[in-house]
């Protein structure tokens, strides 16, 4: 193992690690202010990598699609919170988390019906695939792109969640829904808010994970999905900065693992929930997290 | 006799001292009450006792046995029970179901016995059965016994958390409001009924209570906590007459 | 029991035998294979519903134990020159080449197998709470199947295990599913089962009851553990082929539904939605593949099935949250004052 094999590897699981990170920010948003796993999540991200898919299929240019894709994401993501989470918000919690479940495998079985089970190539654009080299490294300027688009989102949502009166009132209603309401915050659609936000993040997510991953199928968001929730337990959950570190851990130590025990690529999906159970045992709030104690 | 005995138990949450160096004693077959005005820490004190909490500092200890770090289901076992201030039913079963369970931790035949109702679970389960439906005698319930616990009218339902409670056999009751939501008819009944309870069963009483009328009726030493911190200790009459009570209750005026 | 109840019990009862009797005998094997598997979705619903529905633990590990138990008593009942077939890739592990077990005894392993893992699973994941528990069984099964999948000298890896020997037949699929029933039964309604039922209902106020929350749900935990292998063992060798694909979250999905639909905490609704469930599920098939109207073919839809059926299971939890029984059991008083009223029902019997 050379050092700049491992410095390949590091821009891998460095780019991998952006991807996980913006898909937790979705879980970790949503888990803050409903104490609910939107298990929906990784298939709101599947949905966008097909929108982006048809829109450049049917012969938009990227730099159009993309940005529709962002929007129906959105829709998609909103109207799971409207039709699924919304008139079950005093139900017991095990309602809404079978509830999400059925709406994870409603999206799953519905992109069967419309798309297709089989595989789709999805479309290669020439400006972020273009491999590039620096001495001795060849390494594709998505491997860049990827991290940096991630840090200036990044940068929008901090400004987003700590500047503006909605950010505020998502804080707010992450404390305590009784208190925000009284406050004459609008409940609703601050949640709406939330969902709004963690399917856009999940949305260029996709597009970039379809472009680096240029293999897409219904069942895609499944794993991606779990991993995601997963980090955003071990950075702690409800804490956005722990979403961001969990992604960048676990994109990190799962290319690292395979690069550095070949024999172990077999496991490699076992690997994130051997962590979590890991984590979960020796501090179960994360890295970032808080404890939360229920009132008696 | 010693009962139980607390030494500067405190609770911390984050930045904020909820309660503060309580220092607490109950003698055998007391009714001792603990007040103060809303969020001065007084259920906090409850939760530290039977184990919900474990104090930031500070000991506990139960007939002269260190509790502090027992878990909430082995203090029960030892002799402690309690009521909620918010009421916590076991919603969705009936009222006899609700007084079985506490019997629960009292059944010594195993899994496999309980599953082949061999003749020692029968026995067992019978004399529960037995037990259970004395205990809602007393209270008043064994004429709802099959119905909803969620069901049952607001007084009933805290009648039965007490039946439950005093199911595990306690020798210490701690009680969380009792009279919360009562009329004056039943706040007079419930003054007779925790006298009666204290008798018959041989109880030693903690309560946290708002109820005036019933703290200075029945409770023979009281406790007066202000933000956490104890400010007066005594009987009814030494608090009734207790400057910083009276404040802590009336608010000063900075201006007189 | 009454004892008018304990005859009614009995009779509906021999009743079922002369049923299974005659479906052995003259139905075809399509409408038995649907028939055993509605038998083995009782004992995994019911499984599920001990766990999930009466002590209220959200798990999702389902799916893992049935791998343990399939495979298990697969490996164990394969006939020797079978499993030299199978495993061509790499031979078996040298002490499982030779060993072939029958059913009972390697289904009995197969439920101690999976119970001792469940044990081994529960004993730390049942100290996370709601969600976490949720997302750590879901991880292990996950992990259960990435591990099958791998060991290739154990489980043949992604190729999976193929002639399985057919022991599932109905008298064990519904002879077990009756045990189930029985079982359960008598747990729930015993001091134990009133303490899995506090759990649920309210932790905190169980505990301060003294019950020992761990030590109930490890318990609870262990036993769904435990009927859900020996379902996963009867559902093997009922199918003839298994491999690790099969034990994706759709299974655990499936169990999910029934229990649901059934009513989470109710004995009678899990055995009632788990035929239910099984038949339409069977019946449904006809979305997936193409209609032929005739004149014209309707091109089949895959993935259909799946998509009625998690709509189904919104629908259910949004609008009828309780299911076809909440937690409300079967009784011969209820059922004869149905019959009363409304009679004269064809169907009678067991439900």
Not at chain 1, 83 to 88: D, E, F, G, I, K
Not at chain 1, 146 to 165: E, F, H, Q, R
Not at chain 3, 170 to 180: D, K, N
Not at chain 3, 181 to 195: D, E, P
């Amino acid at each position: 193992m050379t050092s700049i094999m491992f410095l390949q590897h590091l821009a891998n699981g460095i780019s991998l690690g952006s991807l996980y990170a913006l898909i937790a920010i979705g879980y970790t948003m949503v888990y803050g202010i409903l104490r609910l796993i939107n298990f929906a999540h990784g298939d709101i991200f599947m949905m966008a990598t097909y929108f982006a898919f048809f829109g450049v299929f049917f012969g938009l240019p990227w730099y159009v699609a993309f940005p529709i894709t962002i929007l129906l994401t959105v829709l998609l993501g909103m109207s799971v919170e409207l039709t699924a989470y919304r008139s079950l918000r005093d139900a017991p919690k095990i309602s809404i988390m079978i509830s999400a479940i059925g709406a994870s495998f409603l999206l799953e079985n519905l992109a069967i019906v419309i798309f297709g089970g089989r595989p789709k190539a999805f479309p290669t654009e020439e400006i972020f695939t273009k491999v590039i080299h620096i001495g001795n490294i060849s390494i594709q300027r998505l491997t860049f792109i990827i991290p940096v688009v991630t840090a200036i989102l990044l940068i929008i949502l901090s400004y987003l969640i700590n500047k503006t009166k909605t950010g505020m009132a998502m804080r707010a209603v992450s404390k305590d829904h009784e208190t925000a309401r009284l406050m004459g915050i609008n409940i609703d659609r601050t949640i709406s808010a939330t969902f709004a936000i963690g399917s856009a993040l999940a949305a260029i997510g996709g597009v970039m994970w379809g472009l680096k991953f240029p293999q897409i199928q219904p069942l895609m968001g499944v794993m991606p999905g779990l991993k995601c929730f997963i980090a955003a337990v071990i950075g702690g959950i409800g804490s956005i900065t722990g979403a961001v570190i969990g992604g960048f851990f676990l994109g990190v130590s799962e290319i690292m693992l395979v690069a550095f025990f070949q024999s172990m690529t077999g496991y490699r999906d076992a690997f994130a929930f051997i962590i979590l159970i890991i984590v979960l045992l020796f501090k179960p709030t994360g890295i970032m997290g808080e404890k939360i104690s229920e009132k008696v | 006799m010693e009962m139980l005995r607390t030494e500067n138990i405190t609770m911390q949450f984050g930045g904020l001292t909820a309660v503060k160096d309580f220092n607490l004693k109950l003698n055998k077959g007391e009714i001792v009450a603990l007040i103060g005005p809303n969020g001065a820490g007084k259920t906090t004190a409850f939760n530290m006792i039977t184990g919900v909490y474990k104090p930031t500092k500070g000991k506990i200890y139960y007939k002269g046995r260190d509790i502090t770090q027992m878990a909430p289901h082995s203090i029960t076992k030892l002799g402690i029970a309690r009521t909620f201030q918010n009421i916590r039913l076991f919603k969705n079963l009936s009222v006899i179901d609700n007084v079985l369970i506490a019997n629960h931790l009292h059944v010594k035949s195993n899994l496999f016995e309980a599953l082949l109702r061999v003749p020692k679970y029968k026995n067992e389960d019978r004399s529960m059965m037995k037990k259970s439906m004395e205990l809602l005698e007393i209270v008043g319930l064994i004429d709802v016994k099959d119905e909803k616990s969620s069901s049952l009218p607001y007084g009933m339902q805290r009648r039965l958390e007490i039946a439950r409670a005093l199911a595990t056999k306690p020798e210490v009751l701690l009680l969380d409001e009792p009279a919360a939501g009562m009329n004056p008819k039943e706040t007079e009944d419930l003054t007779k009924f925790i006298k009666k309870i204290r008798d018959d069963f041989d109880l030693t009483i903690f309560m946290i209570e708002h109820h005036m009328q019933v703290v200075m009726g029945i409770s023979e030493r009281i406790y007066v906590f202000d933000y956490g911190i104890t400010i007066a200790h005594g009987n009814p009459n030494e608090i009734q007459n207790n400057q910083r009570v009276i404040e802590a209750y009336l608010g000063v005026d900075d201006n007189a | 029991m009454m004892k008018r109840d304990y005859y009614l019990t009995s009779i509906s009862l021999v009743l079922l035998v002369i049923f299974l009797y005659f479906a052995d005998m003259y139905m075809d094997a399509y409408i038995i294979r649907i028939l055993n598997l509605c038998a083995i979705y009782t004992i995994l619903g019911l499984s599920m519903n001990l766990i999930n529905g009466f002590t209220g633990l959200f798990s999702l590990g389902h799916a893992g134990f049935m791998a343990i138990g399939a495979y298990t008593t697969a490996i164990l009942t394969l006939s020797v020159d079978a499993k030299v077939q199978n495993f061509f890739l790499e031979p078996i592990a040298a002490p499982l080449a030779n060993v072939v077990w029958p059913f009972f005894p390697a289904l009995l392993l197969a439920g101690i197998l999976s119970a001792l893992v469940g044990f081994l699973i529960g004993a730390p994941a049942l100290r996370l709470k709601g969600d976490y528990l949720a997302i750590a069984t879901l991880g292990f099964a996950e992990i259960i199947r990435v591990v099958f999948t791998n060991t290739q000298n154990i489980t043949n890896g992604a190729l999976g295990l193929k002639r399985i020997p057919p022991y599932t037949n109905l008298w064990w699929s519904f002879g077990i599913a009756v045990f189930t029933v029985i079982f359960m039964a008598l747990l729930i309604n015993s001091s134990y089962g009133r303490a899995f039922k506090a759990i649920r209902e309210d932790e905190i106020a169980a505990e301060s009851m003294g019950i020992n929350l761990f030590k109930h749900k490890v318990m609870s935990f262990t036993i769904g553990a435990f009927f859900a292998g020996v379902g996963g063992g009867l559902l093997g060798n009922l199918l003839g082929t298994i491999d690790p694909a099969m034990f994706r979250f759709t299974l655990t999905f499936n169990i999910l539904l029934i229990i649901v639909l059934g009513g989470m905490g109710s004995i009678t609704g899990t055995v009632i939605s788990a035929f239910v469930v099984t038949i339409s599920l069977e019946a449904l098939r006809f979305l997936d593949q193409p209609i032929d109207l005739g004149l014209f073919v309707i091109p089949g839809i895959a993935g259909m099935r799946m998509v009625v059926f998690s709509v189904l299971l919104m629908l259910v939890v949004l609008f009828y949250r309780h299911g076809l029984m909440g937690t409300n059991e079967f009784s011969w008083d209820k059922f004869l004052k149905v019959l009363r009223f409304k009679r004269p029902l064809l169907k009678g019997g067991k439900n």
